[in-house]
């Protein structure tokens, strides 16, 4: 027994009653009081029973309603009565515009701007390279039919398409220095911070209903997918997107009757491009989904790795 934060006694309970010391006094007190206690029960519980059934029977009836754990998911109301977790459900059709939208907020608008305007720039100069060079291979004929009455020389248009060569090459560079070192580094932390805030301030009820590999999955793949994935799929698309712009309007400048032809070709593409982008984002949700449960009973084995080792389970967890 401690008293005062000190040993005061200490030995079998029949020793201890036997020396009649804080012990015996203890238990003397509280059986006193509990022996005090159920006679009162006994003696005085019928007939506050009895005078209180009439008062208790003239109350009116109470609605029952149910009570929903806080922080619950939406989608484990879904699930079936008695679930705690909720069911991971994944997304249906279009990426909204308004997840492009805080992507692109994350690094600012000025960074995006900066990356375009290099892109741009990269594919204007190389297109502009090959247009000097038909206006060289023009000058050729025009200085072979006039013979040296013409004054352009050789030197002047290699200087000019070295010149545009050597511009597409800078800003091919800095788009690539800008997309990557701005604009993907600066997205990822944002978000990162963002989710990491998010999740030590969810209430603990969230833990309850949500699995850690769940949890795990936003940190790891997802957060992958942010820093690496997203950055080169918009360089990707806008890089294609700028050079199948010029290259329509170069030959829509020298022949214009294909204008009408890009038309039926860009009403053709929008309507096949759903037969690739529907599944293909389908698929890449289900991935997404599927890889919880892994990530999950990777951190409950981790957890439990002494007890699997105790009881020989090694074997039934390995690959």
Not at 3 to 29: C, F, K, N, T, W
Not at 167 to 184: E, G, I, R, T
Not at 205 to 230: M, N, W
Not at 256 to 280: C, E, G, M, N, T
Request: glycine share 6%.
């Amino acid at each position: 027994m401690l008293q005062d934060g000190r040993i005061a006694e200490y030995g079998s309970v029949s020793d201890l009653l036997e020396m009649r010391g804080p012990v015996h006094g203890l238990i003397q007190e509280y059986g006193v009081a509990e022996s005090a206690l159920s006679e009162t029960t006994s003696n005085t519980g019928d007939s506050s029973l009895q005078s209180q059934r009439p008062s208790i029977d003239s109350l009116p009836p109470v609605s029952i309603l149910p009570v929903q754990r806080p922080g619950q998911l939406r989608a484990a109301s879904e699930e079936e009565p008695g679930k705690l977790i909720a069911k991971e459900v994944s997304a249906v059709g279009k990426v909204s515009i308004a997840a492009y939208m805080d992507y692109f907020r994350a690094s600012t608008w000025i960074s995006w701007a900066l990356f375009a305007t290099c892109m741009v720039l990269c594919q204007g100069f190389l297109v502009l390279g090959n247009i000097w060079l038909k206006i060289w291979a023009s000058a050729n004929e025009a200085r072979e039919r006039e013979g040296a009455a013409s004054k352009s020389t050789a030197e002047y248009y290699i200087a000019v398409y070295g010149m545009c060569g050597l511009a597409s090459s800078v800003f091919s560079y800095l788009c690539q220095l800008v997309q990557w070192s701005m604009c993907a580094v600066r997205s990822g932390r944002v978000t990162h911070r963002n989710m990491l805030a998010a999740v030590f301030r969810s209430p603990m009820s969230f833990f309850d209903t949500t699995p850690h590999g769940r949890i795990l999955q936003r940190f790891s793949k997802d957060q992958t997918s942010i820093d690496e994935a997203v950055p080169y799929a918009f360089g990707a698309w806008f890089l294609n997107l700028v050079i199948i712009s010029f290259s329509l309007v170069v030959i829509a400048h020298a022949m214009p009757a294909f204008a009408l032809v890009i038309v039926f070709v860009a009403l053709a593409f929008f309507y096949l491009k759903h037969y690739f982008l529907d599944p293909s984002r389908t698929l890449k949700r289900l991935d997404s989904t599927t890889r919880s449960p892994i990530y999950a009973s990777f951190q409950e084995m981790l957890v439990g790795v002494a007890t699997i080792r105790a009881y020989g389970k090694s074997d039934s967890f390995m690959a």
